[in-house]
């Protein structure tokens, strides 16, 4: 294979420049075996490096982290340009590191510690110099774009027509707005007490900036068959108090509509940061199946078991233990699987999630939707409850009538649902959900979406049960539901 010499930790005080080689990634080349992970302190020992060169993959993604920057004998300091280039040369040094950049294609992206400061943004003073540093050191070629970048951003599709993959790596530090965080509190699932990060709504509030979020629409317009998105920290999952999208939820809508209004097939979101392994999966926000699958601790995850964090949309995990991620893709299968996948440092496989390729396309009406005005209120006969009063009625038959504000379809064929709400937020407390279950329906009401209520008024029978904590009847026979005429 190819192999290309660059240096990096350029002449600083006196560091002399080091070379050291580093396998090119040919374009044209099916990628069939990927790994990617985050975290790596070159301070600790880090069987993941070992067990990713044993894996053998066409190319690792480093998804930040790796090194830290910040932290010295596991406290945080305060960091500085220099300790980040310090960081690098000792991370350089490392065997089982040295082991594996010399013999597997590696494309990386940084998070907050190799940035330079712990959940660190765009107020980071030497952002500019660390920005060189990690290009520096990763041996960015100085004709390469990133180097009049405002952060480190990059793309890259690999693979012939109709077996590429597309590689976008994400930078969430360089431009980001300030993080919102609460008073100390005690929180479920976690011991002692925790400062939450807050929503940040300022519409003004970035996560990416607009030139990269210009440059990710482009990015999202052009040809491939699986595009792997990869983000420092999580997507999906919105529960942990900690540095995620949904600190930022226009951002995070914002992400979701771009892939959306792009027609992006074949999205799947690689993240890190949280040193946890994590499979979360949302089907109502793209239209199909949107996957996140976190690696994160290549050193760095809980040696001790924990309880899992809590996340509404987890398939699976690894609460503890390090670990690394890995996909494989059988191209060659008359329909396209992927399967996701989370290791051990010894390389033992954990979690694996098979799907085919063709799943990851929009389902007509698939999309949650919300009416854009408020719809006039229809008189409601005695007896018929708002879903206030239909919500404390819990395991009692009532019938209860709104306009729905959204709703969602999930599921395809004889497994379709359709999902009417009250609230536009379907998480909202006094959100109450009207589900129909398809399959057993008529001819009816086989082609439904949520256009199909759109700006009407339901009057709905049935059982009041509770799902995930919120109110819900479930609609099995189309006679339970009638669209109220004025």
């Keep these: 294979m190819a192999r290309k010499c660059f240096s990096f930790c350029l002449v600083w005080l006196g560091v002399a420049t080091v070379c050291s080689a580093q396998p090119a990634l040919p374009r044209d080349k099916p990628l069939v075996r990927i790994a990617f992970g985050s975290c790596a302190d070159q301070d600790k020992p880090c069987p993941c ?88 050191f990763w041996g960015v070629p100085k004709d390469d774009p990133r180097r009049n970048l405002k952060g480190v951003y990059s793309a890259r599709i690999i693979g012939p027509v109709g077996k590429r993959v597309q590689v976008i790596l994400l930078d969430g530090r360089y431009h980001r707005s300030p993080l919102k965080k609460g008073a100390r509190r005690a929180m479920p699932g976690y011991s002692g007490t925790v400062a939450p990060y807050l929503p940040n709504t300022d519409p003004d509030a970035t996560m990416l900036g607009e030139e990269q979020w210009t440059w990710l629409e482009e990015q999202l317009k052009k040809p491939a068959e699986l595009r792997l998105v990869c983000s420092g920290i999580q997507v999906i999952a919105d529960e942990p108090p900690f ?46 199946p949107l996957f996140d699958l976190t690696s994160s601790g290549l050193n760095q995850g809980s040696k001790n078991w924990r309880p899992p964090d809590r996340n509404r949309y987890r398939l699976a995990g690894m609460p503890y233990q390090n670990n690394f991620g890995t996909i494989l893709i059988d191209w060659d299968a008359t329909d396209v699987k992927v399967t996701l996948q989370l290791r051990d440092d010894a390389g033992e496989l954990r979690v694996s999630h098979p799907f085919r390729l063709r799943q990851l396309r929009p389902t007509p009406g698939a999309v949650a939707a919300a009416t854009d005005e408020p719809i006039a209120e229809l008189p409601r006969p005695d007896g018929v409850l708002t879903p206030a009063e239909a919500a404390k009625m819990l395991d009692k038959e009532v019938t209860v009538q ?67 904590n919120r109110p819900e009847i479930d609609v099995s026979d189309e006679t339970q539901i009638t669209v109220v005429e004025k």
Excluded at 281 to 286: A, I, M, N, Q, S
Aim: charged residues 30%; aromatic residues 10%; contains cysteine.
């Design 243 to 288: 540095e995620k999208w949904a600190n930022f939820p226009n951002e995070l809508n914002r992400l979701y509509k771009l892939i959306r209004d792009t027609k992006a097939t074949g999205v799947v979101l690689l993240s890190g940061d949280r040193h946890l392994g994590d499979l979360s999966c949302r089907t109502d926000v793209v239209g199909y």
């Design 49 to 136: 490096w070992d067990a990713i060169a044993g894996f053998k993959p066409d190319v690792l993604l480093l998804l930040g982290d790796n090194i830290y920057a910040d932290i010295e004998n596991g406290r945080v300091v305060p960091a500085d340009a220099a300790r980040v280039l310090e960081k690098y040369k000792v991370q350089a040094a490392v065997p089982g590191f040295r082991k594996v950049r010399n013999t597997i294609p590696i494309l990386a992206v940084w998070d907050d510690h190799d940035y330079g400061k712990n959940d660190g943004g765009g107020d980071l003073p030497f952002k500019d110099l660390s920005q060189t540093y990690f290009l520096d």
């Design 402 to 468: 709104f306009a729905p504000a959204s709703g969602r379809v999930n599921g395809q064929g004889d497994a379709k649902r359709i999902f009417l709400n009250s609230e536009k937020d379907y998480r909202s407390e006094t959100n109450f959900t009207v589900m129909m279950t398809i399959k057993a329906l008529t001819d009816k009401y086989k082609d439904a979406t949520f256009d199909t209520f759109r700006g009407k008024t339901i009057r709905v029978k049935g059982t009041v049960k509770l799902y995930q």
